[in-house]
């Protein structure tokens, strides 16, 4: 079913016009050539970019608000990662030409609740027509104080690992949203399957962060392997515990059902959490600080000498968790 | 012939991390979620996006240096367009699984080749595979001093009309490229598909304009037809006159021979120049000074009271431009 799709320029009016600057943005109704943004003395840009693409990163059934919120989303947590306050994006689409008006409408919908949500604003883009599939290119820009963003690379061995929010959900919700969590709770199918499709980017959190003298990173491609990122740019290893990684209600009810679950949700991805590792003397006053910021965080094991990360089961021994992370390349 | 191709993780690290960040930017060799840049007091960031995708913008046997550039320069010549001096982009690029390493290391090398001759930086992006076609998602950044942003809809009826460099080198390239300028000269066949080829952005002529008041916009979709954008935004209508339309030697041989040419090179795409509106009491000034930054610019007509943008051949009527522009979409 091909509805007839208006013009590139009629298009943008209806549906992305609406969600163009008006706060900090100067957008010109994307009727110019380029969007301007003032800088802010006393304060960093931080830039992030990330493209999804249907068939690789969600689903042609998936709905249209849903897929632009999740695109807008996983940018949104790079930022959090990194201590920044998000300001604006950019988003490039390319339409299939099955992709109608009433999915663009519904599309635009998705950003606008978002905007609102995360307090940002559209700064420019470009639309195309594709003889391939529906890509979505977003760049999402935002804030830091001078030289506080946070890095992936800056811990050190001896540092806690802490993680915001609970781990596992996103890959407990892709397999129920596979139907095959066929024995699970039907609010707990609900619950998992919805943490899946919209990712919870810690927005709130990432700028408290930035007081401490952290290593951050956002965790989107399992826990286990997103961990090994940061180790091996610290030129270390980590061991982590099972028993202390945090688990929704939802999450845990299914790996009390059936315990090998327990290495998917370590190494499953889209958590969209932000890992971190802190000194000692400084964890405390962190976790209080990410209270205070709405988001619990979770001490969950330590930086140490050698290479790779160590899951330890409730045994001692170490949790096989099998390739250690998903990559969708 | 599809040669195996290395994980996302090797294809960053080898083709990408090399451009990435070192002077304004802290890229952190694209090992971390986001780059950082520091906010110049006084300046404002000039952002501006766009996609190309092949089958749609370049050609599967365009090589890949070249389609690199050309990616890169559309958004450079937004940024001059608006009077920014460019700092760094963000690339995401969707890759089928054909595309060998020998395609992406070419393609670097273009974007390298680039970011010396234009003095820009890679500060992050995302590559990901796709059933889809090769698609290549820039955002670049540029700045400007505070306010000063040039705008489109800037223009007022009495302006004089301006533009850079030549008109119709694109369009009548792409003729030339398709084999469809047979009677012309070799040498002007070279020099026209090399131009519909490899644009040449107005990054010197840009931050030169900012001084004046002027409207402006970059030329890509057809002389006629961005025109007609201005005189939309400004309320008013544009007459130019045929006779003043600069032309490369190349373009002006193809027009004296056919002289049906002249309406595509006013109507055709991929120019990259830069059209100005400026009162007649600063134009002089504003031709002086684009001159001193190395970019002639030529009065072309004036901005009038009414809609639409009227072409007078030297018999003084209007000049068929048929459609007026191309439309990617």
Not at 37 to 66: E, K
């Amino acid at each position: 079913m091909t509805a007839a799709r208006a013009s590139e320029f009629e298009l943008i009016a209806r549906h992305f016009a609406p969600l163009a600057g008006g706060r900090r943005i100067d957008a010109h109704g994307l009727k110019d050539d380029a969007a301007s943004m003032a800088a802010r003395p006393g304060f960093d840009i931080v830039m992030t970019a990330d493209a999804v693409v249907r068939g690789i990163h969600f689903l042609p059934t998936d709905p249209p608000d849903l897929v632009a919120r999740k695109a807008l989303r996983v940018n949104l947590s790079d930022l959090a990662a990194k201590g920044a306050r998000p300001l604006c994006y950019l988003l490039c689409l390319a339409l299939p030409k099955e992709i109608d008006e009433e999915w663009i409408a519904g599309f635009a919908q998705g950003l606008a609740a978002d905007q609102l949500e995360f307090g940002i604003e559209l700064a420019g883009g470009d639309t195309t027509s594709t003889p391939g599939d529906l890509m979505i290119a977003i760049t999402a820009l935002g804030e830091v104080p001078a030289g506080r963003m946070l890095r992936r690379g800056a811990g050190r061995i001896g540092d806690e690992v802490w993680v915001s929010g609970t781990i596992g959900d996103g890959a407990l919700g892709l397999i129920a949203a596979q139907g095959d969590l066929g024995a699970a709770a039907a609010a707990d199918i609900a619950a998992l399957t919805d943490r899946y499709r919209l990712p919870r980017p810690r927005t709130g959190l990432g700028p408290c962060l930035v007081e401490f003298d952290v290593a951050a990173m956002d965790v989107s491609d399992g826990l286990v392997q997103d961990l090994g990122h940061m180790c091996r740019l610290a030129g270390c290893g980590a061991e982590i515990e099972a028993s202390r990684i945090p688990l929704s209600a939802a999450a845990a009810a299914q790996v009390a059902r059936e315990p090998a679950l327990m290495a998917r949700a370590v190494s499953g991805g889209d958590d969209y959490e932000i890992l971190v590792a802190v000194a000692p003397a400084a964890s405390t006053a962190m976790a209080d600080a990410a209270r205070r910021c709405g988001t619990p965080m979770t001490r969950i094991g330590r930086l140490v000498a050698g290479e790779g990360v160590m899951v330890r089961a409730a045994d001692g021994g170490p949790l096989d968790v099998g390739r250690g992370g998903w990559m969708h390349f």
